[in-house]
């Protein structure tokens, strides 16, 4: 069964500090990486996803994310957080033999401080 | 832009009352999800539809049952609603890439989300 796991709950970070959201994933086949943020209120909106080719991803806002097989890993980054950041990020995993299911993990709220 | 849109941003509903959540995706995706959140579990599925008046048992089916008359409209019913219903509710929505494509998984477009109470 495919399954993803973010270790950590909450994040507090500092305004212009730099971020790493951690993303690990269990997938019998090739997977297909999400990440998804969702601000207060709101529905999700993808931030970047991993298919195949080139294992840095970037995505919107300045966002990036590297996949890493070895360790069943897909972390997202950037390099300075702004305030507007702070919201609830989703990494999801699916896959050929998913069938357009995707895997969601727990999530990971960001806080930012100024 | 994709765009899907659920019926209603707040509701609030009975013990036992029978609960219809509307969701409408103007990009004629074949696939369509409904999710629900809570705090600390993340996204969990309840169903899903690969086609009109096709669908699958997510991971959450119990308690719910989901309705696909028209591609662009998936509908997710509560038949006697309880409080363990209360809840986030997501729709979204999605390609159906071919099995013989390079990719068997598309973006999934979200919904702005239900949140339904029942007392």
């Known amino acids: 069964a495919q399954s993803v796991t973010q270790p950590d709950i909450h994040i507090t970070v500092s305004e212009g500090a730099s971020l790493e959201l951690r993303c690990n994933y269990s997938?019998?086949?090739?997977?297909?990486l999400f990440w998804y943020v969702q601000s207060p209120g709101q529905g999700l909106q993808l931030l970047l996803k991993y298919f195949s080719g080139d294992t840095l991803v970037q995505g919107i806002k300045g966002f990036e994310a590297e996949f890493k097989r070895s360790q069943s890993s897909f972390n997202l980054r950037k390099p300075s957080v702004h305030w507007s950041d702070a919201a609830e990020y989703f990494c999801?995993?699916?896959?050929?033999?998913?069938?357009?299911?995707?895997?969601f993990g727990q999530g990971t709220i960001l806080t930012v401080h100024p | 832009d994709v765009k899907v849109t659920q019926s209603s941003r707040y509701l609030v509903k009975r013990t036992g009352e029978k609960v219809f959540l509307e969701c409408v995706q103007d990009m004629d995706h074949e696939n369509m999800f409904w999710y629900r959140q809570d705090p600390g579990l993340g996204l969990r599925l309840i169903y899903f539809s690969y086609d009109v008046k096709m669908k699958e048992k997510g991971d959450i089916p119990e308690g719910y049952s989901v309705s696909r008359e028209k591609k662009e409209r998936f509908s997710l019913i509560l038949e006697s609603a309880s409080t363990n219903q209360t809840s986030m509710y997501l729709c979204a929505s999605s390609l159906w890439p071919p099995l013989w494509g390079p990719v068997c998984t598309d973006t999934q477009y979200f919904g702005p989300g239900t949140r339904l109470t029942v007392l």
């Open positions: 999801a995993v699916g896959g050929r033999t998913s069938y357009g299911k995707l895997t």
């Open positions: 997938y019998g086949a090739t997977p297909y």
